[in-house]
Protein backbone atom coordinates (compact mmCIF):
# COMPACT_ATOMS: atom_id res chain seq x y z
CA UNK A 1 0.00 0.00 0.00
CA UNK A 2 2.03 2.93 -0.98
CA UNK A 3 2.13 6.38 1.47
CA UNK A 4 -0.39 8.71 -0.29
CA UNK A 5 -3.06 6.79 0.82
CA UNK A 6 -4.19 8.79 3.55
CA UNK A 7 -4.57 6.16 6.47
CA UNK A 8 -0.51 5.12 6.04
CA UNK A 9 0.17 8.70 5.61
CA UNK A 10 -1.78 9.13 9.09
CA UNK A 11 0.15 6.66 10.45
CA UNK A 12 3.78 7.35 9.23
CA UNK A 13 2.95 11.19 10.90
CA UNK A 14 2.04 9.47 14.09
CA UNK A 15 4.77 6.99 14.14
CA UNK A 16 7.04 10.22 13.48
CA UNK A 17 5.56 12.51 15.96
CA UNK A 18 5.89 9.22 18.61
CA UNK A 19 9.54 8.58 18.41
CA UNK A 20 10.51 12.52 18.13
CA UNK A 21 8.87 13.19 21.61
CA UNK A 22 9.89 9.66 23.21
CA UNK A 23 13.58 11.30 22.19
CA UNK A 24 13.23 14.39 23.27
CA UNK A 25 11.41 12.83 27.07
CA UNK A 26 14.34 10.23 27.11
CA UNK A 27 16.91 13.36 27.05
CA UNK A 28 14.75 15.03 29.78
CA UNK A 29 14.85 12.27 32.22
CA UNK A 30 18.68 11.67 31.10
CA UNK A 31 19.49 14.62 32.71
CA UNK A 32 17.16 14.25 35.81
CA UNK A 33 14.95 16.96 34.07
CA UNK A 34 17.89 19.51 34.31
CA UNK A 35 16.98 23.10 33.67
CA UNK A 36 18.71 24.40 30.74
CA UNK A 37 18.42 28.18 31.97
CA UNK A 38 19.20 29.61 35.61
CA UNK A 39 15.61 31.91 34.92
CA UNK A 40 13.62 29.12 36.60
CA UNK A 41 16.14 28.72 40.17
CA UNK A 42 15.52 33.08 40.19
CA UNK A 43 11.83 32.42 39.63
CA UNK A 44 11.38 30.30 42.12
CA UNK A 45 13.46 31.73 44.49
CA UNK A 46 11.14 35.08 44.62
CA UNK A 47 7.59 33.01 44.36
CA UNK A 48 8.74 31.41 47.46
CA UNK A 49 8.95 34.39 49.03
CA UNK A 50 6.02 35.91 51.82
CA UNK A 51 3.38 37.88 51.40
CA UNK A 52 3.26 40.83 47.97
CA UNK A 53 7.09 39.79 47.08
CA UNK A 54 6.03 36.74 45.73
CA UNK A 55 3.80 39.22 42.97
CA UNK A 56 7.24 41.82 42.51
CA UNK A 57 8.86 40.50 39.45
CA UNK A 58 9.53 43.11 37.08
CA UNK A 59 11.56 40.56 34.89
CA UNK A 60 8.08 38.10 34.35
CA UNK A 61 4.66 38.54 34.81
CA UNK A 62 2.94 37.13 37.84
CA UNK A 63 1.90 34.17 35.90
CA UNK A 64 4.75 31.73 38.20
CA UNK A 65 3.38 33.44 41.74
CA UNK A 66 -0.20 32.00 40.45
CA UNK A 67 1.42 28.60 39.10
CA UNK A 68 3.20 28.13 42.99
CA UNK A 69 0.16 28.63 44.58
CA UNK A 70 -1.75 26.46 42.56
CA UNK A 71 0.65 23.70 42.09
CA UNK A 72 4.09 24.46 43.48
CA UNK A 73 7.81 25.13 42.99
CA UNK A 74 8.88 21.80 42.52
CA UNK A 75 10.67 21.53 39.51
CA UNK A 76 10.02 18.17 39.24
CA UNK A 77 6.20 19.09 39.40
CA UNK A 78 6.70 21.77 36.62
CA UNK A 79 8.62 19.47 34.52
CA UNK A 80 5.71 17.31 34.49
CA UNK A 81 2.98 20.29 33.56
CA UNK A 82 5.44 20.59 30.77
CA UNK A 83 5.16 17.00 29.36
CA UNK A 84 1.34 17.48 29.88
CA UNK A 85 1.46 20.51 27.18
CA UNK A 86 3.78 19.07 24.95
CA UNK A 87 1.57 15.84 25.00
CA UNK A 88 -1.73 18.08 24.63
CA UNK A 89 -0.16 19.81 21.65
CA UNK A 90 0.51 16.68 20.05
CA UNK A 91 -3.17 15.83 20.25
CA UNK A 92 -4.34 18.83 19.29
CA UNK A 93 -2.01 19.78 15.91
CA UNK A 94 -2.22 15.98 14.90
CA UNK A 95 -6.33 16.59 15.50
CA UNK A 96 -5.84 20.16 13.56
CA UNK A 97 -3.79 18.54 10.58
CA UNK A 98 -6.17 15.66 9.79
CA UNK A 99 -9.40 17.51 10.12
CA UNK A 100 -7.62 19.96 7.56
CA UNK A 101 -6.63 17.75 4.99
CA UNK A 102 -9.81 15.53 5.23
CA UNK A 103 -10.69 16.93 2.01
CA UNK A 104 -7.60 17.45 0.20
CA UNK A 105 -5.76 16.22 -2.85
CA UNK A 106 -2.97 13.80 -2.22
CA UNK A 107 -0.37 16.83 -2.86
CA UNK A 108 -2.04 19.00 -0.47
CA UNK A 109 -2.43 16.51 2.48
CA UNK A 110 1.39 15.99 2.12
CA UNK A 111 2.23 19.12 2.29
CA UNK A 112 -0.42 19.82 5.27
CA UNK A 113 1.19 16.92 7.31
CA UNK A 114 4.79 17.91 6.69
CA UNK A 115 5.27 21.48 7.37
CA UNK A 116 2.09 21.41 10.33
CA UNK A 117 4.80 18.64 11.81
CA UNK A 118 8.17 20.72 10.72
CA UNK A 119 6.77 23.90 12.53
CA UNK A 120 5.47 21.57 15.76
CA UNK A 121 9.21 20.20 15.97
CA UNK A 122 10.63 23.33 15.63
CA UNK A 123 8.81 24.46 18.45
CA UNK A 124 9.68 21.92 20.58
CA UNK A 125 13.45 22.31 19.95
CA UNK A 126 13.42 26.18 20.44
CA UNK A 127 12.30 25.92 23.63
CA UNK A 128 14.42 22.83 24.34
CA UNK A 129 13.93 22.26 28.49
CA UNK A 130 13.91 26.16 29.20
CA UNK A 131 11.24 25.67 31.73
CA UNK A 132 10.24 29.37 32.59
CA UNK A 133 10.07 29.94 28.24
CA UNK A 134 8.34 26.48 27.99
CA UNK A 135 5.50 27.34 30.22
CA UNK A 136 4.85 30.67 28.28
CA UNK A 137 5.16 29.25 24.88
CA UNK A 138 3.50 25.74 25.08
CA UNK A 139 0.33 27.26 27.28
CA UNK A 140 0.10 30.04 24.22
CA UNK A 141 0.75 27.61 21.44
CA UNK A 142 -1.91 25.20 22.64
CA UNK A 143 -4.22 27.67 23.09
CA UNK A 144 -3.46 28.98 19.64
CA UNK A 145 -4.21 25.64 18.28
CA UNK A 146 -7.40 24.60 20.49
CA UNK A 147 -8.97 28.07 18.69
CA UNK A 148 -8.22 27.23 15.45
CA UNK A 149 -8.97 23.75 15.04
CA UNK A 150 -12.69 24.82 17.61
CA UNK A 151 -13.09 28.46 15.56
CA UNK A 152 -12.81 27.19 12.25
CA UNK A 153 -13.29 23.51 11.67
CA UNK A 154 -15.41 22.54 14.79
CA UNK A 155 -16.77 25.88 15.68
CA UNK A 156 -17.58 24.92 19.35
CA UNK A 157 -18.18 28.42 21.05
CA UNK A 158 -17.16 26.83 24.65
CA UNK A 159 -13.73 25.26 23.29
CA UNK A 160 -12.25 28.28 21.06
CA UNK A 161 -13.37 30.58 23.95
CA UNK A 162 -11.35 28.08 26.22
CA UNK A 163 -8.50 28.28 23.79
CA UNK A 164 -8.62 32.30 23.84
CA UNK A 165 -8.23 32.08 28.42
CA UNK A 166 -5.40 29.75 27.95
CA UNK A 167 -3.47 32.00 25.39
CA UNK A 168 -4.32 35.10 27.76
CA UNK A 169 -3.60 32.88 30.83
CA UNK A 170 -0.12 32.28 29.28
CA UNK A 171 0.93 36.70 28.85
CA UNK A 172 0.73 36.23 32.64
CA UNK A 173 4.42 34.47 32.28
CA UNK A 174 6.22 36.60 29.82
CA UNK A 175 5.91 40.66 29.36
CA UNK A 176 6.44 40.17 24.95
CA UNK A 177 3.47 37.92 25.29
CA UNK A 178 1.05 41.13 25.33
CA UNK A 179 2.53 42.21 22.32
CA UNK A 180 2.37 38.68 20.39
CA UNK A 181 -0.97 38.39 20.97
CA UNK A 182 -1.80 41.94 20.71
CA UNK A 183 -0.37 41.60 16.60
CA UNK A 184 -2.00 38.02 16.35
CA UNK A 185 -5.10 39.70 17.12
CA UNK A 186 -5.05 42.61 14.27
CA UNK A 187 -3.98 39.90 11.73
CA UNK A 188 -7.09 37.70 12.71
CA UNK A 189 -9.52 40.51 12.06
CA UNK A 190 -7.33 41.38 8.63
CA UNK A 191 -7.82 37.86 7.71
CA UNK A 192 -11.51 37.33 8.41
CA UNK A 193 -12.32 40.56 6.16
CA UNK A 194 -9.97 40.70 3.45
CA UNK A 195 -9.25 36.27 3.26
CA UNK A 196 -12.20 35.38 4.56
CA UNK A 197 -14.17 37.90 3.15
CA UNK A 198 -16.61 38.62 5.96
CA UNK A 199 -18.30 41.73 6.79
CA UNK A 200 -17.42 43.84 9.88
CA UNK A 201 -20.44 45.24 10.14
CA UNK A 202 -21.72 41.78 11.04
CA UNK A 203 -18.71 40.13 12.43
CA UNK A 204 -17.43 43.03 15.04
CA UNK A 205 -19.30 41.93 17.98
CA UNK A 206 -17.43 39.07 17.49
CA UNK A 207 -13.90 40.65 17.29
CA UNK A 208 -15.08 42.65 20.34
CA UNK A 209 -15.84 39.09 22.15
CA UNK A 210 -12.61 37.25 21.04
CA UNK A 211 -10.60 40.79 22.32
CA UNK A 212 -12.08 41.16 25.80
CA UNK A 213 -11.51 37.45 26.36
CA UNK A 214 -8.01 37.08 25.75
CA UNK A 215 -7.18 39.89 28.32
CA UNK A 216 -9.38 38.71 31.05
CA UNK A 217 -7.17 37.06 32.73
CA UNK A 218 -4.62 39.75 32.54
CA UNK A 219 -7.00 42.51 33.33
CA UNK A 220 -7.84 40.20 36.56
CA UNK A 221 -4.03 40.04 37.42
CA UNK A 222 -3.68 43.63 37.26
CA UNK A 223 -6.55 44.44 39.44
CA UNK A 224 -5.08 41.98 42.24
CA UNK A 225 -1.46 43.83 41.69
CA UNK A 226 -3.31 47.43 41.96
CA UNK A 227 -5.08 45.91 45.24
CA UNK A 228 -2.10 44.71 47.30
CA UNK A 229 0.30 47.28 45.96
CA UNK A 230 2.85 45.02 43.86
CA UNK A 231 2.53 46.22 40.92
CA UNK A 232 6.10 47.10 40.45
CA UNK A 233 8.11 46.11 37.01
CA UNK A 234 11.60 47.13 36.01
CA UNK A 235 12.01 45.16 33.12
CA UNK A 236 11.86 47.89 30.26
CA UNK A 237 14.89 49.78 32.17
CA UNK A 238 16.76 46.54 33.03
CA UNK A 239 16.42 45.70 29.34
CA UNK A 240 17.35 48.62 27.85
CA UNK A 241 20.22 49.42 29.54
CA UNK A 242 21.77 46.32 28.87
CA UNK A 243 20.45 46.66 25.40
CA UNK A 244 22.40 49.82 25.40
CA UNK A 245 25.29 49.28 27.61
CA UNK A 246 25.87 45.81 27.85
CA UNK A 247 28.90 45.69 26.16
CA UNK A 248 30.44 47.61 29.08
CA UNK A 249 28.93 45.62 31.83
CA UNK A 250 31.83 43.29 32.28
CA UNK A 251 31.59 39.98 34.41
CA UNK A 252 28.04 39.14 35.73
CA UNK A 253 29.48 38.43 38.61
CA UNK A 254 29.35 42.24 39.65
CA UNK A 255 26.39 43.17 38.05
CA UNK A 256 25.54 44.58 42.07
CA UNK A 257 27.86 47.11 41.22
CA UNK A 258 25.86 47.95 37.64
CA UNK A 259 22.54 48.24 39.67
CA UNK A 260 24.14 50.61 41.89
CA UNK A 261 25.58 52.62 39.29
CA UNK A 262 24.98 56.22 38.92
CA UNK A 263 24.85 55.24 35.20
CA UNK A 264 22.21 52.71 35.73
CA UNK A 265 19.82 54.83 38.32
CA UNK A 266 19.52 57.61 36.22
CA UNK A 267 19.70 55.90 32.82
CA UNK A 268 17.38 57.77 30.02
CA UNK A 269 16.97 56.03 26.84
CA UNK A 270 16.08 59.87 25.04
CA UNK A 271 19.59 60.98 26.09
CA UNK A 272 21.78 58.30 24.33
CA UNK A 273 24.15 59.11 21.70
CA UNK A 274 21.96 58.87 18.42
CA UNK A 275 25.04 57.02 16.82
CA UNK A 276 25.42 54.68 19.39
CA UNK A 277 22.02 54.00 19.90
CA UNK A 278 21.68 53.38 15.94
CA UNK A 279 24.80 51.37 15.79
CA UNK A 280 23.41 48.85 18.48
CA UNK A 281 20.06 48.56 16.91
CA UNK A 282 21.43 47.63 13.39
CA UNK A 283 24.14 44.96 15.56
CA UNK A 284 21.52 43.35 17.28
CA UNK A 285 19.07 43.47 14.13
CA UNK A 286 21.60 41.99 12.10
CA UNK A 287 22.04 39.10 15.22
CA UNK A 288 18.35 38.35 14.96
CA UNK A 289 18.26 38.03 11.28
CA UNK A 290 20.43 35.68 11.54
CA UNK A 291 18.53 33.43 13.48
CA UNK A 292 15.17 34.23 11.86
CA UNK A 293 15.75 34.22 8.22
CA UNK A 294 14.91 30.87 7.23
CA UNK A 295 11.21 32.33 8.40
CA UNK A 296 11.79 35.43 6.57
CA UNK A 297 12.63 33.50 3.17
CA UNK A 298 9.59 31.79 3.80
CA UNK A 299 7.29 34.48 3.87
CA UNK A 300 8.83 35.88 0.62
CA UNK A 301 8.12 31.90 -0.80
CA UNK A 302 4.81 32.18 0.35
CA UNK A 303 4.39 35.70 -1.48
CA UNK A 304 5.84 35.08 -4.78
CA UNK A 305 4.29 32.04 -5.27
CA UNK A 306 0.50 32.81 -4.33
CA UNK A 307 0.79 36.92 -4.54
CA UNK A 308 -1.40 36.98 -1.09
CA UNK A 309 -1.39 40.35 0.45
CA UNK A 310 -2.26 38.50 3.50
CA UNK A 311 1.69 37.33 3.44
CA UNK A 312 2.61 40.50 3.11
CA UNK A 313 0.93 41.58 6.41
CA UNK A 314 2.32 38.95 7.96
CA UNK A 315 5.52 39.51 7.36
CA UNK A 316 4.98 42.94 7.97
CA UNK A 317 3.65 41.71 11.88
CA UNK A 318 6.62 39.54 12.23
CA UNK A 319 8.93 42.40 11.94
CA UNK A 320 7.23 44.75 13.55
CA UNK A 321 7.18 42.09 16.38
CA UNK A 322 11.27 41.35 16.28
CA UNK A 323 11.94 45.29 16.03
CA UNK A 324 10.01 45.60 19.38
CA UNK A 325 11.72 43.09 21.28
CA UNK A 326 14.82 43.66 19.90
CA UNK A 327 16.80 44.39 23.21
CA UNK A 328 15.35 40.77 24.60
CA UNK A 329 14.89 38.79 21.00
CA UNK A 330 16.90 35.72 21.88
CA UNK A 331 14.30 34.90 24.46
CA UNK A 332 11.37 37.08 22.51
CA UNK A 333 10.91 35.70 18.98
CA UNK A 334 9.04 32.38 19.64
CA UNK A 335 6.02 32.85 19.58
CA UNK A 336 6.49 34.93 16.07
CA UNK A 337 6.93 31.60 14.46
CA UNK A 338 3.33 31.02 14.71
CA UNK A 339 3.13 33.96 12.49
CA UNK A 340 5.13 31.58 10.03
CA UNK A 341 3.21 29.08 10.07
CA UNK A 342 -0.45 31.22 9.72
CA UNK A 343 1.17 32.60 6.25
CA UNK A 344 2.47 28.90 5.04
CA UNK A 345 -0.86 27.40 6.02
CA UNK A 346 -2.92 29.78 4.18
CA UNK A 347 -0.70 29.25 1.11
CA UNK A 348 -0.57 25.50 0.70
CA UNK A 349 -3.09 25.00 -2.21
CA UNK A 350 0.09 27.27 -4.39
CA UNK A 351 2.67 25.27 -2.29
CA UNK A 352 1.07 21.74 -3.25
CA UNK A 353 1.45 22.51 -6.81
CA UNK A 354 4.74 24.13 -6.91
CA UNK A 355 7.27 21.45 -6.03
CA UNK A 356 10.20 23.61 -6.48
CA UNK A 357 9.33 26.33 -3.95
CA UNK A 358 8.07 23.54 -1.47
CA UNK A 359 11.24 21.97 -1.48
CA UNK A 360 12.88 25.63 -1.31
CA UNK A 361 10.57 26.05 2.16
CA UNK A 362 11.51 22.81 3.16
CA UNK A 363 15.26 22.90 3.00
CA UNK A 364 15.35 26.56 4.99
CA UNK A 365 12.75 25.61 7.67
CA UNK A 366 14.51 21.72 8.17
CA UNK A 367 17.57 23.45 8.02
CA UNK A 368 16.60 25.76 11.04
CA UNK A 369 15.24 22.50 12.70
CA UNK A 370 18.76 20.78 12.56
CA UNK A 371 20.65 23.67 13.71
CA UNK A 372 17.54 23.52 16.88
CA UNK A 373 18.59 19.90 17.49
CA UNK A 374 22.23 19.78 17.73
CA UNK A 375 21.67 23.42 20.37
CA UNK A 376 19.78 21.18 22.36
CA UNK A 377 21.53 18.19 21.98
CA UNK A 378 24.79 20.14 23.42
CA UNK A 379 23.00 20.95 26.56
CA UNK A 380 22.06 17.87 27.10
CA UNK A 381 25.55 16.57 27.05
CA UNK A 382 26.66 19.62 29.08
CA UNK A 383 23.66 18.80 31.76
CA UNK A 384 24.16 15.28 31.51
CA UNK A 385 28.03 15.02 32.65
CA UNK A 386 27.12 18.42 35.50
CA UNK A 387 24.31 16.60 36.69
CA UNK A 388 26.04 13.22 37.28
CA UNK A 389 28.91 15.17 38.84
CA UNK A 390 26.65 16.85 41.25
CA UNK A 391 24.82 13.89 41.92
CA UNK A 392 28.11 11.13 42.18
CA UNK A 393 30.73 13.85 43.51
CA UNK A 394 29.96 17.02 44.91
CA UNK A 395 26.51 15.90 46.73
CA UNK A 396 28.38 13.46 48.82
CA UNK A 397 30.77 15.84 50.01
CA UNK A 398 28.73 18.23 51.09
CA UNK A 399 26.57 15.81 53.08
CA UNK A 400 29.42 14.06 54.54
CA UNK A 401 29.52 18.01 56.04
CA UNK A 402 26.26 18.23 56.91
CA UNK A 403 25.68 21.55 54.96
CA UNK A 404 22.39 22.08 53.63
CA UNK A 405 20.87 24.62 50.73
CA UNK A 406 21.76 27.64 53.30
CA UNK A 407 25.59 27.03 53.61
CA UNK A 408 26.09 26.84 49.88
CA UNK A 409 27.16 29.54 47.39
CA UNK A 410 27.40 28.20 43.75
CA UNK A 411 29.27 29.83 41.10
CA UNK A 412 27.36 28.34 38.32
CA UNK A 413 24.08 30.24 37.95
CA UNK A 414 22.23 26.92 36.81
CA UNK A 415 23.49 24.53 39.40
CA UNK A 416 20.89 22.38 40.91
CA UNK A 417 20.08 19.35 42.88
CA UNK A 418 17.46 18.55 45.02
CA UNK A 419 19.64 15.81 46.86
CA UNK A 420 20.04 18.16 49.96
CA UNK A 421 18.20 18.91 53.02
CA UNK A 422 16.37 22.36 53.59
CA UNK A 423 14.75 24.93 51.00
CA UNK A 424 16.42 24.40 47.77
CA UNK A 425 15.46 28.41 47.23
CA UNK A 426 18.29 28.92 49.82
CA UNK A 427 21.14 28.12 47.81
CA UNK A 428 23.08 31.82 46.93
CA UNK A 429 24.77 32.70 43.69
CA UNK A 430 25.69 35.89 42.23
CA UNK A 431 21.90 36.81 41.72
CA UNK A 432 22.01 37.78 38.14
CA UNK A 433 18.48 40.06 37.62
CA UNK A 434 17.18 38.50 40.87
CA UNK A 435 19.15 40.56 42.57
CA UNK A 436 16.98 44.31 41.36
CA UNK A 437 14.29 42.71 43.52
CA UNK A 438 13.76 44.62 46.38
CA UNK A 439 14.04 41.66 48.53
CA UNK A 440 17.60 41.90 47.48
CA UNK A 441 18.39 45.13 47.82
CA UNK A 442 20.90 44.02 51.01
CA UNK A 443 22.10 41.01 49.27
CA UNK A 444 25.84 41.66 47.95
CA UNK A 445 27.58 38.29 46.59
CA UNK A 446 31.08 39.14 47.25
CA UNK A 447 30.39 39.56 51.18
CA UNK A 448 28.03 36.13 51.16
CA UNK A 449 30.17 34.18 49.05
CA UNK A 450 33.20 34.82 52.46
CA UNK A 451 30.68 33.97 55.16
CA UNK A 452 29.32 37.63 56.04
CA UNK A 453 25.95 37.35 58.03
CA UNK A 454 23.14 37.68 56.63
CA UNK A 455 18.98 37.30 55.63
CA UNK A 456 19.50 35.02 52.81
CA UNK A 457 22.10 31.80 53.62
CA UNK A 458 24.71 31.21 55.87
CA UNK A 459 27.86 30.13 53.45
CA UNK A 460 29.80 27.39 54.71
CA UNK A 461 31.05 26.02 51.08
CA UNK A 462 31.82 27.27 47.63
CA UNK A 463 31.08 25.34 44.42
CA UNK A 464 32.45 26.43 41.33
CA UNK A 465 34.20 24.91 37.55
CA UNK A 466 35.90 28.10 37.36
CA UNK A 467 39.83 27.13 38.83
CA UNK A 468 40.59 30.70 38.64
CA UNK A 469 38.04 31.93 41.11
CA UNK A 470 38.63 28.74 43.67
CA UNK A 471 42.10 29.49 43.70
CA UNK A 472 41.49 33.16 44.31
CA UNK A 473 38.73 32.12 47.64
CA UNK A 474 41.22 29.49 48.79
CA UNK A 475 44.08 31.44 49.55
CA UNK A 476 41.40 33.75 52.26
CA UNK A 477 40.65 32.29 55.44
CA UNK A 478 37.09 31.28 55.33
CA UNK A 479 37.47 28.45 53.38
CA UNK A 480 39.79 25.58 54.69
CA UNK A 481 39.42 22.60 52.69
CA UNK A 482 39.50 22.11 48.76
CA UNK A 483 38.22 19.05 46.78
CA UNK A 484 38.27 18.67 43.21
CA UNK A 485 35.70 16.76 41.28
CA UNK A 486 35.46 15.98 37.38
CA UNK A 487 34.14 19.21 36.65
CA UNK A 488 33.88 21.14 40.05
CA UNK A 489 36.05 22.67 42.65
CA UNK A 490 34.83 22.78 46.25
CA UNK A 491 35.39 24.77 48.96
CA UNK A 492 34.21 24.36 52.80
CA UNK A 493 34.85 25.85 55.62
CA UNK A 494 35.40 23.02 57.89
Not at 126 to 133: A, K, Q
Not at 423 to 436: E, Q, R, Y
Request: charged share 15%; proline share 2%.
Amino acid sequence: MSIDKKINLKNLTLAIFILFHLLFFISILLVDGYPQNNDILHIFKITSLDGKLKFINGVYHPGYAYYSLIFSNSLKILTTVIFFLIIFSIFLIFKFINLFSLNESKNERLFLYIFSILFHFIIISTIGLNHSDCLFLLLFYNGFLLFIYSYYFKYNKFLYITGLLIIGISILFRHHGILAIFLLYINFIFLEIFFYKKKFSLIYKNFILIGLVLLIPMIISQIHLVLINANTEWQTSLKLNYFVYGHTWGDWRDIKNILNSEQYKNFNILHVDRNHLLNIVLDHAKRALIVTYPFIISFIIAFIISRKKSVIILLILFILYLLIILPGYVRGYYPAILFCLISTLICYKDFAKNKIASCLIFIFLFGHLVYLIERYTEKVIQNYYSNKDIKENVVPILKSKSFKYKNIFSDDYNFYTNKLEGDPHKLCNWGGWLLVHPYFKDYYPRDVILGKKNDYCDVKALVTKDKTLADKYYVGQHYKFRYKTKKHYILTSR
